[in-house]
């Protein structure tokens, strides 16, 4: 076993110092020592995409990637997305469009819908769709995830 | 008393037939809300869990030794070492806790163990060393049927057996197993509580049938074992057995230690049950004029090593084995098969959905036979109030729309023609591999009808308490939330019945409240919601007869417009009620499968269009439009939300979903092989909904969970069928079944 690294993590704007063995996930890291466990696991090798979060602002799946390389990253995850008790676009169109049931799944479409829209707010439905299809829900058929995130796109719009 | 005059007249927000938002969305929008997967401990072990990597497996020896010696390994438990009952089971206790003499399928647990840390379990359970003896596995249902390993035997028989008609259409069908792939896996907490007993926080739809199958299997008094409501991430059927909640208990007990268990996704595949595997056999006659004068069925389904409910479902396949058509002659004999192959049970239409591919198939080969509109055929043989059911007699008591849903069906408006040129829209999607010239379009229709509430004389009753506070009202419920959106239907329910606005839901653990039986069966909106509405109705009438008032709302209780008692005094006494609630009563069925087994009905029908490449056996399922027997729609948002959701299903089921076998082994069980619909796999939908009053849920609502997965699948394989000109006898459909017929 190789022996534990200290590094430090940034998250959400806040400084994590963590002892992580290399081999260790971010997504682990972001669960079990920064205690951040909004970023859910579904499928643990890169194919649901709940645990999607934001790396300097691109969307990646946190299950993919070893905390080791992520420092000197800026880390967003979902527990970051409303500023001061207000609820993010995202969060405010997926809760009165019902854009989640079990919401399991959420937290990683909020961070992939974040994403995509902060780089690229005037995507079209269909470009959304396709950007959407990288993440898995179980509950919902998709369809109220797309029209929230529609809904969102058009309150982010400058 | 204080009294204050001139009352506003105000309707409570959020009452029924609205769309309130979900209370749960804000903790779930903000990462804050708790799974089971979150859950933590002072002092908190972790548990993993040791599994036969054989299908069928003599178990000569076991070896904890090594793992022990691993430093901070806590414990390893084996059959030896389960205090009570060495079994159990959701309907007949036949599932060893930890297999003792005998593996019987891939992923049976044989051993668990408990470290300090995750990793140590892993290796720990790595460690122990199982002497397995393979056996030859028994994975053939056919021969399983042969050597008479069943779980249960059904045979239904009504009417005159000695009628033929003019025409007759045969067919053999296959569902394949899907798997419910609730997005998170299996976790729990259980927690000591010093004194011998323990707190279990554990993903469930049912949290007292897991109490009494941990009280049994751990040897303990009723009172010890508390089950928690916890959250969960979906369920579909796959949360209604136990499986890590005795082995985390037993941990807890022996170390004395909170301990946690998560299952990994591939370790979900093995740890739940599936949908039963079916095989069906059809024979329907009619005469010239289309009407159903005979219906013989045969149904087989794979049960798999243990029984779970597979007699249940079996149950249920055999009953509505004719679907939502009248029939006055039938003959209909199913068999739940033991194997060695996975345990199947509860998902999402339970029995329900595989013999509707199959009679509605047959449906579709009549209208062929008879060269009839598929619809003309079925609303002439629709099965509506007043009618008995074909199969147990059972005479439709509540509302049943059918001809009213094959009607909306045909009402509604098809898409444009023609394929899309966009790629992602083709059949195949974004690989580029269909041409819009060779692909064709079909359009096709399924009905299907689903029992409501647990049937066969099942003593099936939720209670449910309505408490007032500072606030306003609390409905305390042990009925799971799995994200359907019970905490907001309840809540609904409550404020509608006491003319108050706030209103809240509060899961309590087994030992504050009664059953409220499972979140299954599309039952809860009915059953838990039946239970609040009459405990809100008798608060509401004690308050005012206590105050001698007339109304009730959130300023308190007024008489006349004087304010005779505000909610500050009202919430300083002691009001609440406790209800249970009963459905009607049903009984199990005669010999010839006769009799009132059900307590309610609802259907609904499908219309789906795809577009198929049949060269090379791809297909894009553009639309799934649907009409549905609703009763009310106490939430719409929500039951939209269900119909979408459970549509989805549905078309995985029809073209993409299934655990492939090989000699009892699972071989495909990760999301990279199990494959899921994403958003372009997801048609559009439009879907209407039927109300009408008469059912006995809560203002007349019906539950509305499981119909859209029933005939969404079967509506899906007509319209391929319609495309590609192929016989379509199998779901799911593969590429090779079209291109390669």
């Known amino acids: 076993m190789i022996p534990p690294r200290d590094i430090t993590l940034l998250v959400n704007g806040r400084e994590y110092s963590v002892q992580v063995e290399p081999r260790k996930t971010l997504a682990d890291t972001i669960r079990e020592d920064c205690g951040l466990t909004g970023t859910h696991l579904g499928c643990e090798h890169g194919v649901c995409g709940a645990c999607t979060i934001l790396i300097d602002g691109s969307p990646v799946r946190s299950c993919l990637l070893f905390a080791v390389q992520c420092q000197g990253t800026a880390i967003e995850t979902v527990e970051g997305l409303a500023t001061d008790g207000v609820l993010h676009p995202l969060q405010e169109a997926f809760w009165e469009h019902h854009g989640l049931q079990c919401g399991f799944c959420t937290p990683g479409f909020l961070m992939l819908a974040k994403g995509a829209l902060d780089e690229d707010p005037s995507l079209t439905r269909d470009e959304l769709r396709e950007v959407l299809s990288s993440n898995l829900c179980r509950c919902t058929g998709y369809q109220n995830i797309l029209i929230a995130v529609e809904a969102a796109a058009a309150r982010m719009r400058p | ?741």
């Open chain 2, 1 to 741: 008393m204080s009294t204050r005059t001139g009352r506003k007249v105000g309707t409570p927000q959020g009452v029924v037939g609205t769309s309130p938002l979900r209370p749960d969305g804000i903790p779930k929008l903000q990462g804050r809300f708790e799974y089971a997967q979150d859950l933590a401990a002072e002092g908190m072990l972790w548990a993993a869990t040791v599994r036969s990597p054989h299908a069928r497996a003599r178990i000569a020896s076991i070896d904890i030794a090594p793992a022990l010696a691993i430093g901070g390994v806590h414990a390893c438990l084996t059959a030896d070492d389960v205090p009570g009952r060495a079994t159990f089971g959701l309907e007949h206790p036949d599932q060893p806790v930890l297999a003792a003499q005998e593996a019987r399928f891939w992923g049976e647990p044989v051993a668990v163990v408990a470290a300090e840390d995750l990793d140590t379990a892993r290796r720990a359970a790595a460690a122990i060393e199982v002497g397995y003896e393979p056996l030859e596995a028994l994975t053939d249902p056919e021969e399983a049927n042969r050597r008479d390993e069943v779980f249960r035997r059904m045979r239904i028989r009504r009417g005159d057996q000695s009628v033929r008609g003019a025409v007759v259409v045969e067919g053999e069908y296959e569902v394949g197993m899907q798997d419910q792939a609730p997005l998170g896996t299996e976790a729990g907490l259980a927690v000591p509580d010093g004194q011998g007993g323990v707190d279990l926080y554990a993903t469930s739809q049912y949290v007292h049938v897991d109490q009494e199958q941990v009280v049994a299997s751990l040897g303990l008094r009723p009172d010890q074992v508390r089950s928690h409501p916890t959250g969960i991430g979906g369920a579909f059927g796959a949360r209604e057995d136990v499986n890590l909640h005795i082995h985390l208990c037993m941990l807890a007990l022996h170390t004395g230690r909170p301990v946690k268990m998560v299952y990994r996704r591939s370790e979900s595949f093995t740890g739940h049950v599936h949908r039963h595997p079916a095989w069906l056999r059809y024979r329907h006659e009619a005469d010239r004029d289309g009407r159903l004068v005979r219906v013989e069925a045969s149904v087989v389904l794979d049960g798999g090593a243990y029984a779970s409910t597979t007699s249940a479902v079996l149950a249920n396949a055999c009953y509505f084995a004719v679907g939502p058509y009248t029939c006055d002659s039938v003959a209909v004999d199913g068999v739940g098969v033991r194997t060695n192959n996975p345990p199947c049970g509860a998902m999402r239409g339970f029995g329900a959905v595989q013999v509707c591919f199959g009679y509605e198939s047959q449906m579709d080969r009549l209208a062929h036979a008879l060269e009839m509109d598929p619809l003309t055929l079925r609303e002439i043989n629709a099965l509506e109030t007043g009618h008995p059911l074909a199969t147990t007699g059972q005479v439709i008591q509540t509302p049943l729309p059918t001809v009213e849903v094959i009607k909306s069906l045909q009402a509604m408006p098809l898409p444009e023609a023609g394929p899309s040129d966009l790629p992602t829209e083709l059949p195949g999607g974004s690989g580029l591999t269909s041409e819009p010239q060779h692909v064709t379009r079909g359009v096709g229709y399924a009905l299907g009808i689903k029992n409501l509430g647990f049937s066969e004389g099942s003593d099936d009753y939720a209670q449910a308490r309505v408490r007032i506070t500072d606030s306003g009202a609390v409905v305390e419920t042990a009925a799971i939330e799995v994200g359907q959106g019970l905490v907001t239907v309840l809540a609904q329910i409550a404020r509608s019945a006491l003319g108050i606005s706030h209103v809240e839901v509060a899961h309590v653990d087994t030992s504050k409240i009664d059953s409220a039986g499972s979140t299954s069966a599309s039952r809860q909106t009915q059953v838990s919601g039946g239970a609040t509405l009459e405990a809100a109705q008798r608060l509401r009438e004690r308050i005012l007869g206590q105050f001698d008032g007339d109304v009730l709302d959130d300023e308190g209780v007024w008489r006349g417009d004087t304010l005779v008692t505000p909610w500050t005094a009202l919430a300083a006494g002691d009001w609440e009620e406790t209800v249970t609630f009963r459905h009607p009563p049903t009984t199990m069925t005669d010999d010839n499968g006769q009799g009132v087994a059900h307590a309610d009905f609802a259907v609904a029908g499908h219309r789906a269009v795809v577009d198929v490449d049949v060269e090379l056996g791809l297909v894009k399922v553009l639309r799934v439009d649907t009409a549905q027997d609703v009763g009310l729609a106490l939430n719409p948002q929500s039951v939209r939300g269900q119909i979408e959701g459970g549509i989805l299903q549905g078309v995985g089921l029809a073209v993409m979903e299934e655990l492939v076998m090989g000699e009892g082994v699972i071989l495909n069980p990760t999301f990279t092989d199990y494959l899921l619909p994403t958003i372009l796999d997801a048609p559009e939908v439009e879907a209407l909904l039927i109300e009408q009053e008469g059912s006995w849920g809560p203002y007349g609502a019906k539950g509305v969970g499981e119909p859209p997965t029933i005939s969404s699948t079967a509506a899906v394989a007509a319209a391929i069928r319609a495309a590609s000109g192929r016989e379509i006898e199998r779901v799911p459909v593969r590429p090779q079944d079209i291109a390669l017929p």
